[in-house]
């Protein structure tokens, strides 16, 4: 595949317009605003930092990395195994959910895009039932041959991205305030991916207290915006 469709690709898959209703979970983000604990630009800034190097960057990057590997060397088991891993990590009801709704539409979406490409991943998927979404994201990535660097960058860029348009909405803050996020966020990816790269599995880590803490609650939060 030549590096400007390699490029198109990653563009779509790293794509607010991506259906899989990303926009409408906030990974315990509004219960954070609720309680205090992000109330302005700053404190927004640090809890998605801090969970995006501890929690993102050290779990889900490694695992997607670990994905496409597995992927490229059609590896059933492997991608099966890191599937239900995945599954059993999601702290709370609404995470799960979160990750299996996300998973089904990429499921369906794959079916939709109608590329001959697809078709090994699209097989694998619907033998796994129960979908996580970094398998069939990493899936797709894998069989449109996007170098794992690169992919890892657009996978942790659009987490934070949503993070932050989560923020704008709950805080809420201003579209410059959005922007000096996403940069800020942005300068720190590139060495998060790379580290994600050489983290062995004994070394993934997801031990974030207060981003459980925070999805649990969520759950009972009176009034919101987000289905997480």
Same mark, same amino acid.
């Given at each position: 595949?030549?590096?400007?469709? @390699?490029?198109?690709?990653?563009? @779509?898959?790293? /794509?607010?317009? #991506? ?6 979970? %906030? @990974? ?6 609720? $309680? +205090?604990? =992000?109330?302005?630009?700053? /404190?927004?800034?640090?809890? =998605? ?6 929690? &993102? ?9 670990? #994905? ?20 059993? /990590? ?35 998927? $619907? ?8 398998? +069939?994201?990493?899936? =797709?990535?894998?069989?449109?041959? &996007?170098?794992? /660097? ?7 860029? %659009? ?15 201003? @579209? ?15 060495? &998060? ?36």
């Amino acid at each position: 595949m030549p590096p400007a469709l @390699q490029l198109a690709r990653l563009l @779509q898959l790293a /794509s607010p317009a #991506l259906p899989v209703g990303a926009y409408t979970y %906030s @990974q315990g983000l509004e219960w954070a605003v609720e $309680a +205090g604990v =992000i109330r302005d630009e700053a /404190s927004a800034g640090r809890w =998605i930092a801090d969970l995006l190097a501890h929690g &993102i960057g050290r779990y889900e990057a490694p695992l997607v990395f670990a #994905l496409m590997n597995a992927w490229t060397a059609a590896n059933n088991a492997e991608i099966a195994r890191l599937n239900a891993e995945f599954l059993a /990590s999601r702290e709370s009801a609404e995470l799960r959910a979160e990750t299996a709704q996300m998973g089904f539409s990429l499921h369906r979406l794959v079916r939709d895009l109608r590329d001959p490409g697809l078709s090994t991943v699209e097989e694998t998927l $619907a033998g796994l039932g129960e979908l996580a979404f970094p398998t +069939g994201w990493s899936g =797709i990535a894998a069989a449109w041959k &996007i170098e794992p /660097s690169a992919a890892l960058t657009a996978y942790l860029w %659009s987490w934070a991205e949503n993070q932050v348009m989560a923020a704008l909405k709950a805080v809420p803050l201003g @579209q410059a305030s959005g922007q000096r996020l996403l940069a800020e966020l942005g300068g720190r990816i590139p060495d &998060i991916a790379v580290d994600a790269l050489k983290l062995p599995e004994s070394e993934w880590s997801n031990f974030t207290p207060a981003f459980a803490i925070a999805c649990a609650r969520h759950e009972t939060q009176y009034s919101r915006l987000f289905r997480s």
